[in-house]
């Protein structure tokens, strides 16, 4: 499971690279989903629970998406890097999760279509390197289409 996990916010991430100002990393959502929303995944800065404002965007199709599409679950996944105590990451991912869940549902999804808020904390990184640009990869959190509509 978690093999798979990992394998499939690869695949939404495309190998971005943090940018030196700490924005988000570009081209950070290029996965698409063959029916219903696709997933996109959403970058924090260091210790913070805050959506960038460039990447809200990217929330507001998902939610209009959830609007278009009732039957559509998600699930919402925050994670964090390495650097910190594995409770307050795991408390920081979930926080993050969190976020995403609310920013959606301010924007119009049905709160019912969110199977489950969920933290990983930093145990589940897509970047395993102790540099900065991986450190700005694992700070996340992705919204994962369910497999079932």
């Known amino acids: 499971m978690r093999i798979t996990l990992i394998a499939s916010l690869l695949v ?3 190998g971005a690279v943090a940018r030196a100002d700490g924005a988000p990393p570009a081209a950070a959502n290029t996965g698409s989903a063959p029916a219903g929303c696709a997933p996109v995944r959403v970058h924090f800065a260091l210790d913070s629970d805050k959506l960038y404002d460039s990447e809200k965007a990217l ?7 959830l609007g278009e599409n009732a039957q559509q679950k998600v699930t919402i996944v925050g994670n964090t890097d390495e650097r910190g105590p594995q409770a307050y990451n795991q408390d920081l991912g979930q926080r993050r999760a969190q976020t995403v869940a609310d920013y959606l549902e301010g924007r119009g999804a049905n709160p019912a279509q969110v199977e489950a808020v969920i933290s990983h904390g930093s145990d589940s990184p897509i970047c395993a390197e102790s540099t900065l640009t991986c450190w700005q990869q694992n700070r996340r959190t992705a919204v994962r289409v369910s497999c079932h509509l």
Not at 59 to 65: I, K, Q, Y
């Open 59 to 65: 929330l507001d199709v998902t939610a209009r998406c």
């Open 12 to 14: 939404l991430g495309g």
